[in-house]
């Protein structure tokens, strides 16, 4: 069973930064799709970045060019850096993880952890 665990957020002001990190366990995560989700209240998910099994990742566009993930294959560990934050990416945020096919490419977003809240304040 894969575990997800996110650590990193909390509360800053606007224009600050934060990196988020979410340790796996249980599994390489070289094979699998990484990603972040945020939540806000009362809303769905909405995907902030992923990063497929051959290193190449995709953003959403309210990360574009704020945020970037990576991962250190070597501690099994993602990660979310956040830069300029605003307090519209105030929300809860998760990671998550998807079987990874080399034909395929990513199944669905099986594996997440339990969020990490972050806060930013004007």
């Known amino acids: 069973q894969m575990h997800l665990v996110e650590s990193g957020g909390g509360s800053v002001q606007a224009g600050g930064s934060l990196r988020l990190s979410c340790v796996v366990s249980?599994?390489?995560?070289?094979?699998?799709?990484m990603a972040w989700f945020r939540q806000f209240p009362g809303k769905e998910r909405e995907m902030v970045a992923w990063?497929?099994?051959?290193?190449?990742?995709t953003y959403g566009g309210s990360a574009k060019d704020r945020f970037t993930i990576s991962k250190d294959s070597a501690v099994n560990t993602l990660y979310l850096e956040m830069r300029r934050l605003k307090p519209e990416d105030t929300a809860m945020y998760y990671c998550?993880?998807?079987?990874?096919?080399?034909?395929?490419?990513?199944?669905?977003?099986?594996?997440w952890g339990q969020g990490i809240q972050v806060t930013v304040s004007s």
């Open positions: 998550a993880a998807a079987i990874f096919n080399i034909w395929e490419g990513c199944a669905a977003w099986t594996y």
């Open positions: 249980g599994y390489n995560i070289d094979n699998y799709c």
């Open positions: 990063i497929n099994g051959f290193g190449g990742s």
